[in-house]
């Protein structure tokens, strides 16, 4: 649809595509259905291999994860040598001044960065939990009124229709009555595509024992409420969504009758079995005929004049598992749409020596750390049932506390002690090997004794909003190459004080918590933890969410953002770096329902730029 002048000096060249997108995630899998169905000519190229194109191979990666010793997030999927994933088992204890270059990161602290994601068609969301909680419109002025991060250059209100249409897209399960709170508003005949998840018989049991009592947090009394978690996870069908006509929820990949209501199967992290949560694979399914995906193509370069205006081609390095990779190839388009997540989009920017005139590109890379509080209950609570978490207290996400420490969420999880003492699996061990005195049970005391406390077992977890930070970075360093001879993420991160008050805050919480449920508290944080960290005197660890924003963030000018509020590159017209990179903030909502909606504006402009009405 355009011309571009040939960056090795040919003069004018036709375009290859109209559109390239680089990263087969959930992103780039809806752009490429939606400028697809417009006529648009797409070319995707994914860094990682195809992950469960049948859902024969789809049962591969479960029987993967069923054969995993460490049960962590990319357990199920193959990484090939060519284009590794990060991986949480490589995360480590940071030595002051001596950066850490196990497996794909390397991390130069002063704490770790505890995030993974998955390069692979597909993308992170192969494991996501499928929250889909909506920012409060607070968050979008969190400058404005806290004096605290930066404003967004779009508010709540401007987002909130292209909500719906992600709430849509990714079938999410919520009652509005339960998702109307600080700010928060619905059309007034407005419902989710399926009801909500149901409570778990540990959420039921929280809420009747606090729901409406007062605890006294930040100076007054907070008063408590548990509210049910919005999930993209397959319910019952609303029969009044879209004015009456109802929802049909999605099936499973390559099987379309599996997977059309949740199971309650247990490993929603790091895969569903049945796929009722939603997956991108299930988008891929709908790209139609004028939408080429090639995976295992590595994109090393943007090619570009040294200045500012338009990108003028991509270079991609094409690889087979156990053959030498081609040489690098190129491509050329009328645009170009790099959308492989917050961390590779800046790592291939910076290592193509991209004009960064303002220096924001790598920069305010964000997560939300993870800490866990773990207790014992008097009863048994049901543990290690359904999904992970499927309740929380979220009226906590935002007041005037923010001009002091972060806000959080809190929730309530369903798997008992698995994730901070890998349980039940060491449950059994210590059981069986006495605890270290010799006196290990067997045959039905043992059984006796783990039906007794394994269901008793339950655990808190706190996510903290955390400020943009120039310091919080990823920059490349030619001393640290992959495979290929690319340049590796090098990361700069460390946890404010604002964000450890946060923690403080959440501390009183849970141990009030604890103390009007009845529950023993277990919780232990060592500082042998590559999360540890300390304040005022009181140990925490956190963990990574796997949440990860920042590096090309959107704004109202060049000289204080990446990207404008359509994820347009300010300095490179026909360049746009899409998904969660381009958060200004990340407030306390897990951030993959706010970033599907943006792509649904992001497409207003792409379709203007290619002339599309």
């Known amino acids: 649809?355009?011309?571009?002048?040939?960056?090795?000096?040919?003069?004018?060249?036709?375009?290859?595509?109209?559109?390239?997108?680089?990263?087969?995630?959930?992103?780039?899998?809806?752009?490429?259905?939606?400028?697809?169905?417009?006529?648009?000519?797409?070319?995707?190229?994914?860094?990682?291999?195809?992950?469960?194109?049948?859902?024969?191979?789809?049962?591969?990666?479960?029987?993967?994860?069923?054969?995993?010793?460490?049960?962590?997030?990319?357990?199920?999927?193959?990484?090939?040598?060519?284009?590794?994933?990060?991986?949480?088992?490589?995360?480590?204890?940071?030595?002051?001044?001596?950066?850490?270059?196990?497996?794909?990161?390397?991390?130069?602290?002063?704490?770790?960065?505890?995030?993974?994601?998955?390069?692979?068609?597909?993308?992170?969301?192969?494991?996501?939990?499928?929250?889909?909680?909506?920012?409060?419109?607070?968050?979008?002025?969190?400058?404005?009124?806290?004096?605290k991060g930066v404003d967004w250059p779009i508010s709540y209100d401007e987002l909130r229709a292209h909500y719906a249409r992600a709430e849509f897209e990714l079938g999410v399960s919520a009652n509005v009555e339960d998702q109307a709170y600080l700010g928060i508003t619905f059309p007034e005949d407005y419902v989710f595509p399926m009801v909500r998840i149901p409570p778990s018989y540990l959420d039921q049991h929280i809420a009747n024992t606090i729901n409406g009592s007062t605890v006294p947090l930040d100076g007054g009394d907070a008063k408590l409420l548990v509210s049910s978690t919005p999930q993209a996870r397959n319910s019952i069908p609303n029969p009044d969504y879209d004015g009456g006509k109802g929802y049909r929820p999605r099936g499973a990949h390559g099987a379309p009758?599996?997977?059309?209501?949740?199971?309650?199967?247990?490993?929603?992290?790091?895969?569903?079995?049945?796929?009722?949560?939603?997956?991108?694979?299930?988008?891929?399914?709908?790209?139609?005929?004028?939408?080429?995906?090639?995976?295992?193509?590595?994109?090393?370069?943007?090619?570009?004049?040294?200045?500012?205006?338009?990108?003028?081609?991509?270079?991609?390095?094409?690889?087979?598992d156990g053959a030498p990779p081609s040489k690098p190839e190129r491509v050329t388009a009328d645009l170009y749409i790099l959308a492989g997540g917050s961390i590779e989009n800046a790592k291939l920017l910076l290592g193509s020596d991209v004009p960064n005139t303002y220096d924001h590109i790598g920069r305010h890379l964000m997560d939300h750390p993870y800490v866990i509080a773990w207790a014992s209950m008097p009863e048994n609570i049901g543990a290690f049932r359904g999904p992970s978490s499927t309740s929380g207290i979220e009226i906590l996400r935002d007041g005037s506390f923010r001009?002091?420490?972060?806000?959080?969420?809190?929730?309530?999880?369903?798997?008992?002690?698995?994730?901070?003492?890998?349980?039940?699996?060491?449950?059994?061990?210590?059981?069986?090997?006495?605890?270290?005195?010799?006196?290990?049970?067997?045959?039905?005391?043992?059984?006796?004794?783990?039906?007794?406390t394994v269901p008793r077992q339950f655990r808190f977890g706190f996510l903290y909003e955390q400020l943009p930070s120039r310091g919080n970075r990823v920059e490349v360093d030619n001393r640290y190459l992959d495979a290929l001879g690319l340049p590796r993420p090098v990361i700069t991160y460390d946890v404010d004080t604002y964000t450890r008050a946060g923690m403080a805050a959440s501390r009183s919480l849970w141990e009030k918590l604890f103390a009007v449920l009845g529950a023993e508290d277990?919780?232990?944080?060592?500082?042998?933890?590559?999360?540890?960290?300390?304040?005022?005197?009181?140990?925490?660890?956190?963990?990574?969410?796997?949440?990860?924003?920042?590096?090309?963030?959107?704004?109202?000018?060049?000289?204080?953002?990446?990207?404008?509020?359509?994820?347009?590159?300010?300095?490179?017209?026909?360049?746009?770096?899409?998904?969660?990179?381009?958060?200004?903030?990340?407030?306390?909502?897990?951030?993959?329902?706010?970033?599907?909606?943006?792509?649904?504006?992001?497409?207003?402009?792409?379709?203007?730029?290619l002339g599309i009405r």
Request: with cysteine; aromatic share 10%.
């Open 257 to 320: 009758y599996e997977g059309l209501r949740c199971e309650g199967n247990s490993s929603c992290i790091p895969i569903c079995p049945v796929q009722a949560k939603y997956n991108p694979l299930k988008t891929w399914e709908q790209v139609g005929p004028n939408v080429e995906v090639r995976t295992q193509c590595v994109v090393s370069q943007v090619l570009h004049l040294g200045k500012a205006g338009p990108v003028q081609g991509l270079e991609y390095i094409d690889y087979t």
């Open 1 to 147: 649809m355009g011309d571009r002048t040939d960056p090795a000096g040919g003069g004018i060249a036709v375009a290859d595509y109209d559109v390239v997108i680089v990263g087969a995630g959930p992103v780039g899998a809806l752009l490429a259905r939606e400028l697809g169905d417009d006529g648009t000519q797409v070319l995707v190229l994914e860094a990682g291999p195809a992950a469960g194109r049948t859902w024969a191979e789809y049962q591969a990666n479960v029987e993967q994860y069923l054969g995993s010793d460490a049960k962590v997030p990319n357990s199920p999927y193959y990484t090939p040598q060519y284009a590794p994933s990060p991986n949480v088992l490589d995360i480590r204890k940071l030595k002051d001044g001596v950066p850490s270059d196990a497996g794909y990161f390397v991390q130069k602290g002063p704490l770790p960065f505890s995030s993974d994601y998955l390069r692979s068609q597909g993308g992170t969301m192969l494991h996501w939990l499928a929250t889909c909680l909506r920012m409060v419109p607070n968050d979008f002025e969190q400058q404005s009124r806290y004096g």
């Open 403 to 452: 001009s002091d420490r972060a806000a959080f969420r809190m929730e309530i999880d369903n798997w008992g002690w698995d994730f901070c003492t890998f349980a039940p699996y060491t449950d059994v061990e210590a059981a069986v090997h006495g605890n270290g005195n010799g006196k290990g049970l067997f045959g039905s005391a043992l059984r006796d004794h783990l039906a007794d």
């Open 522 to 609: 277990h919780t232990k944080f060592s500082p042998t933890d590559p999360g540890y960290l300390t304040h005022d005197g009181k140990p925490y660890t956190y963990h990574g969410a796997g949440h990860n924003v920042g590096t090309h963030r959107m704004g109202d000018h060049p000289e204080n953002s990446v990207v404008d509020s359509y994820q347009r590159c300010w300095e490179h017209e026909n360049l746009y770096l899409v998904g969660c990179g381009s958060l200004p903030t990340i407030a306390t909502s897990n951030p993959s329902l706010t970033m599907t909606a943006l792509i649904f504006r992001t497409l207003e402009s792409l379709r203007d730029d």
